[in-house]
């Protein structure tokens, strides 16, 4: 993934690629569980930032970032759980997890500075 600074575009992107990997990947009851909670989370970060962006109080911009926080939180567990059970290789899953560390430390600074 390229380093790109637009956040919302960050955020989209990184939904993206995780749908992308997913939708290839290979089929078991627990893979297709995580696979899909994968992809509600990290698509409801993206939708989440894009709240909080037109949020009208500060306090309805914190409550949108918190939220967009706890589901970047839950893709880096999904994440890791997928890496220890093998369900796809650390090739593709280690850029995303770098990417999604990134993430939460940009969210958590934002949080911090309102």
């Known amino acids: 993934m390229s380093k790109k600074y637009d956040l919302s575009e960050r955020l989209e992107d990184f939904a993206a690629e995780i749908i992308l990997l997913l939708d290839k990947r290979p089929t078991s009851f627990s893979g297709e569980y995580l696979a899909k909670q994968l992809i509600r989370s990290a698509c409801s970060s993206a939708l989440n930032y894009g709240e909080a962006l037109g949020a009208g109080t500060d306090k309805d911009r914190i409550h949108k970032l918190r939220i967009c926080l706890k589901e970047l939180r839950e893709s880096l567990r999904n994440l890791n759980i997928q890496s220890k059970a093998n ?14 560390d990134e993430l939460i430390r940009i969210i958590v600074t934002l949080i911090k500075k309102i």
Request: proline share 7%; charged share 30%.
């Open 87 to 100: 369900l796809l290789s650390a090739e593709k899953l280690n850029p995303l997890r770098a990417e999604n």
